[in-house]
């Protein structure tokens, strides 16, 4: 981890009276790191051992930056071709070769692109990101509505707790018609389909609306019963998610004050920036962890969901068994169990997970993106230091170069 070296041995700062119980500013930064307060001493450890800001904390926060952003960037935009291919794997019900691992895309990649034009792995991108700024606008107004809080933390009382994943739930209800057409959108073969104008999913979303309780077109589901196991998918990954995402950063605090115990007391940094570091960190592993445990766990319940959401709508999506034809999707479940029930017996149990090795090739590519940007800024930062800083050593830049993958 980043900047981690330099915590090792925090000592306490002089002057502080050891009767006291504890000493607020220092003891809240501690305790947020390490997770329990700092030890109380009657030794007299010697002269508090001061030390400004080093570069090598502020490259450290530029690692953290930047990998933030490339994280962001390749979850909504550089992994859509990925997300295009399982997608079309999922709800392809008579797919022979079920694509579990990823060699078996590649040769099909191949002759879509020797058939089709680039953009083939590209379609339905802006609606995809036009339905997530829409769930996230839908929370916004919600929150500002009711008052019902659009984060929560760990003082949070239950009241709120459960506000907000109501304000959750009702914001994924609101957004699955929205949903739906995007879904189309991204699985239909472009030769076998006109292409949708950028506006499109807001036309096919509200007819989904519109015909709530009576679809027009023949096996169509209505949209009623697809919002509540929609809504029940969405809740239960993002519950995972914080669920995990705070295991993670207790293991992470545990590893971090059980190495600080074995080294050095001298080699130590308290400042404040690079305790924010740590923080952050600590948070971004969490997050890119808990976020690849997510989509691997609930990738066979998305299946069944996707299956629900396309059935009736008529698509003609490209055959992935070949690359070079097309197919059309002709389903008839009665609901998620139904489908559930149909594709154990049909399909067998990897029917669910049909696709997913387009899954191991996208988070294989996002992994990849973090490693890359974090060597790329490791070493940018290495070179704009000054050259008589003390911390301009090969140590620091391979300790840069193993942020996440300690």
């Known amino acids: 981890m980043a900047g981690f070296g330099d915590y090792s041995g925090y000592n306490r ?19 947020q ?4 307060h700092t030890p109380l001493t009657e030794e007299y450890q010697g002269p508090p051992l001061v030390m400004d800001d080093t570069p090598d904390e502020e490259s450290n926060a530029y690692v953290t930056t930047a990998i933030s952003v490339a994280s962001l960037i390749t979850e909504n935009l ?36 020797k058939r089709q034009d680039f953009t083939t792995l590209w379609k339905g991108i802006g609606s995809t990101c036009i339905v997530k700024g829409l769930n996230l606008a839908v929370e916004d107004v919600l929150s500002k509505g009711t008052g019902w809080p659009k984060e929560i933390g760990k003082c949070s009382s239950v009241l709120q707790f459960l506000q907000h994943i109501t304000l959750k739930c009702i914001s994924i209800a609101v957004v699955t018609p929205f949903y739906s057409a995007s879904l189309v959108e991204t699985v239909q073969s472009d030769i076998a389909s006109d292409k949708p104008a950028l506006l499109d999913v807001f036309r096919e979303g509200f007819v989904r609306i519109l015909e709530w309780g009576t679809p027009s077109r023949g096996r169509m589901l209505p949209i ?41 007391s001298y080699s130590v940094n308290n400042s ?6 740590l923080i952050e960190d600590m948070n971004l592993k969490a997050n890119i962890f808990s976020f690849i445990s997510m989509e ?14 396309i059935q ?12 070079t034809s097309v197919t059309p999707i002709l389903t008839g479940y009665q609901g998620f169990m139904d489908c559930y029930n149909t594709t154990i017996s049909k399909e067998g149990f990897g029917g669910l997970y049909k696709g997913f090795g387009a899954l191991v090739l996208q988070l294989a590519a ?4 973090i490693k890359l940007t974090t060597l790329v800024v490791s070493e940018m930062s290495n070179l704009l230091k000054p050259a008589n800083s003390p911390n301009n050593s090969e140590d620091s830049v391979h300790s840069h170069q193993k942020y996440l993958f300690n």
Do not use: M
């Open 366 to 369: 996002h992994l990849a993106i």
């Open 33 to 36: 790191i390490y997770g329990y």
């Open 296 to 309: 691997i766990l609930f990738y066979p319940v998305e299946t069944i969901i996707h299956r629900l959401h």
């Open 224 to 264: 009623w019963a697809i919002v509540l196991p929609t809504a029940a998918l969405g809740i239960s990954k993002y519950l995972a998610h914080v669920l995990l995402r705070s295991v993670t950063v207790r293991i992470l605090r545990f590893q971090y004050r059980h190495r600080r115990e074995l080294n050095d």
């Open 312 to 323: 009736g709508t008529r698509t003609i999506i490209d055959n992935l068994d070949t690359g």
């Open 13 to 31: 700062p002089f002057g502080l009276d050891p009767n006291r119980e504890s000493n607020d500013l220092y003891d809240t930064r501690y305790q």
């Open 78 to 113: 550089l992994s859509h071709p990925f997300i295009v291919l399982r997608r079309q794997c999922q709800v392809h019900n008579s797919l022979r070769n079920y694509h579990i691992v990823p060699y078996t895309l590649l040769p099909v990649v191949v002759r879509l692109h």
């Open 272 to 277: 404040k920036n690079a305790q924010n570091s």
